[in-house]
């Protein structure tokens, strides 16, 4: 009994190392789609983008969840929910995609940390909870981020800088529709949904014109990196989160802006701006504190 007591600590380490392992390959992943992103911008419209990702999505999802054993999953549930989540979503990864090109990197990342901000601001609306105090601190703390990360005046405007915040709105409102299906519905299955609504939702837009641009043989290679990349992305998010507390996990996370800002750099010779760096450190500082906040009253130290 007195040699069983150390293997906790020791599972627990465990599960950090992996959890910060899963983390790497999700930043590798979101940089990647980023990168990915710039480069077929070019020839498509973020509509277009949207409709053959989702397109080879579906077909990536099909395979691993064939390959895995989980097809079953699958169904016809929920659908006004999945519909509802992949409206915002569908939302808020057109406006990534193009803030990515007219404006530097590390900004639409900063500006996407706001995500969880908004998810404590919507939750009231849709899941019934509660907006406590430390979340309107956090909040506030976070918002002022936003105002060093974006120093707005007529000046200095850019269209960029607000579709990387509705970006948030909109990934923010997924989160939370999100965490309502996950109360019945498998991770595949999310997936699955997503990649056959979001495309039926970009064939619908990228139609409208009656002009769809196909993708060409340089650009194919992109569009289906941005597909696996970002379904990559959020297995690895919610691997890691399953394994570590999100105090653990979002630290990490946030090595996203540095090395996103270094890309910016060396690939696109974007300015480093410290304001970008600081505000977003403050986003950071707010969400963090949001959790361990959070963390604290539910395991009641």
């Known amino acids: 009994m007195s040699r069983a007591a150390p293997t906790q600590p020791l599972a627990k380490s465990s599960d950090t190392i992996r959890a910060a392992l899963w983390m790497i390959g999700a930043i590798v992943s979101f940089i990647s789609m980023a990168i990915a992103g710039r480069a077929v911008a070019i020839e498509l419209d973020t509509f277009e983008i949207m409709l053959f990702r989702s397109l080879i999505g579906i077909g990536i999802v099909v395979v691993a969840a064939s390959l895995a054993g989980q097809r079953s999953s699958i169904r016809p549930a929920q659908l006004r929910l999945h519909f ?4 915002f979503h569908f939302a808020g990864q057109n406006a990534w995609f193009y803030a990515i090109t007219v404006i530097p990197l590390a900004q639409v990342f900063a500006l996407e940390f706001t995500s969880p901000i908004w998810v404590m601001l919507l939750s009231p609306l849709i899941l019934g909870e509660k907006l406590t105090r430390t979340r309107g601190i956090a909040a506030m703390a976070g918002f002022l981020g936003v105002l060093i990360v974006t120093r707005p005046s007529p000046e200095t405007f850019e269209w960029g800088l607000v579709f990387a915040a509705l970006a ?19 991770i595949v299955s999310i997936l699955f949904w997503l990649t056959v609504m979001q495309a039926g939702l970009g064939l619908i837009c ?24 970002g379904l990559v992305a959020h297995f690895c998010l919610t691997t890691a989160l399953s394994l570590a507390p999100a105090t653990v996990v979002m630290p990490i996370d946030f090595t996203r802006l540095p090395l996103i800002a270094i890309v910016g750099v060396v690939l696109y010779a974007e300015p480093l701006d410290p304001f970008v760096l600081l505000g977003a450190a403050i986003i950071f500082a707010a969400n963090y504190f949001n959790i361990w906040a959070e963390t604290r009253r539910v395991t009641g130290m």
């Open 84 to 87: 509802a989540r992949n409206v």
């Open 168 to 186: 948030a709105v909109g990934f923010a409102g997924s989160a939370v529709f999100t965490r309502k299906l996950t109360r019945t519905e498998s």
């Open 206 to 229: 990228a139609g409208f014109d009656g002009d769809i641009a196909l993708p060409s043989a340089n650009s194919l290679p992109w569009v289906a990196l941005i597909a696996l990349a």
